[in-house]
Nanobody
């Protein structure tokens, strides 16, 4: 069982930045592909970004391309999502998810482990 813990959310003004982190309790994430998803009130959970287990491949949803950057630091056992130029429509709970030895993919159902989420609120 892999327990994921997100951190770094908060309340920011439009145009601001945050750095979200995802760590696995008691283990490294180096053998896992990791994805970030978000869910706004009343909406389905949607793909944001993902990185393959070796870090060579990354994907971004169109609404966040050029503003968000995913990275992994296996030495620190963490995956990060740098979110810049935030917009009110980015407001959501952000979740990280992982699957072992996987390629980076965009499907919610393709990941085996999920964190509890971190709230990002962007004020206009």
């Amino acid at each position: 069982q892999v327990q994921l813990v997100e951190a770094g959310g908060g309340l920011v003004q439009a145009g601001g930045s945050l750095r979200l982190s995802c760590a696995a309790s008691g283990r490294t994430l180096s053998n896992y592909a990791v994805g970030w998803f978000r869910q706004a009130p009343g909406k389905d959970r949607e793909f944001v970004s993902a990185v393959s287990w070796r870090g060579g491949t990354t994907y971004y949803a169109d609404p966040v391309k050029g503003r968000f950057t995913i990275s992994r630091d296996d030495a620190k056992r963490a995956v990060y999502l740098q979110v810049n130029s935030l917009k009110p429509e980015d407001t959501a709970v952000y979740y990280c998810a992982a699957k072992k030895f996987g390629i980076a993919t965009m499907g919610v159902t393709e990941y085996d482990y999920w964190g509890q989420g971190t709230q990002v609120t962007v004020s206009s």
